[in-house]
């Protein structure tokens, strides 16, 4: 499937159906403008636990609730028509076990409409990805760095070296055949993607891992470079929005000073309008 032949939204099933084809497109969104710009471009667009850090300035995702993730999960769906929505189940909200993480997954899929979530985790959260699949949840599964375990992992450090490669390797055979509909990839080696790659029947979807996933996801603040706290070696910069936005923000505070602005085509005179009545407030 490519992105120009899409005229609705693909569903789990149809990701899965990708492995092989053509490379799949994601990328997070967390507001409904940002969905639009993507919902041509992606096949699927992620409602990341990473809006905690991205646009409310949390130091990691730990802090993300629930709330969070079916507030920002409504906005993105208003503004997707093609490509397929993927939720975030945040820390704390799935890993008590199966009965939870449905409870949590059926709210997050029942408020927002999204067509499956995603949740960190690798053979130790088989049983929680069986128990939703089989009830009804798509499962997108995230191995490798996964940001929730920070504490726990030391750091954003690359995962799977060394002999930890066979424990990623059994980690992605094991989300897999408890059904979900495909694994991200995150922070590893490109050999070892690949072999992951190789091994499973179901899509990876890379960040940080290898140009051959079968798919691949960025932050969109990201590559948009409107984060700038820090940057990750496997972020590429497509644009410089933090700086377009800070001197745009800066002309205006000089013209605001200088009563540059607002000129007289952004002002209104007193004389009603012949023919029409002035329409809206934003015009
Ligand atoms: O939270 C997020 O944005 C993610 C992607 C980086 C995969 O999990």
Known sequence: ???????????????????GDVPIVSLTAYTTPMARMMDEHCDFVLVGDSVGMVLHGLPSTLGVTLDMMVMHGQAVARGLTKAMLVIDMPFGSYEEGPAQAFANAAKIMGQTGAAAIKLEGGAYMAETIAFLVQRGIPVMAHIGLTPQSINTLGGYKVQGRADQAEVLANDAQAVADAGAFAVVLEKIPANLADRITAQIAIPTIGIGASSRCDGQILVVDDMLGLFTAFKPKFVKRYAALAQTGEAAIAAYAAEVRARAFPAAEHMFSDAVPSGHAEQSTLK
């Open 1 to 19: 499937m490519s992105a120009t032949a899409r005229t609705a939204a693909p569903m789990p099933d149809d990701i899965r159906g990708m492995k």
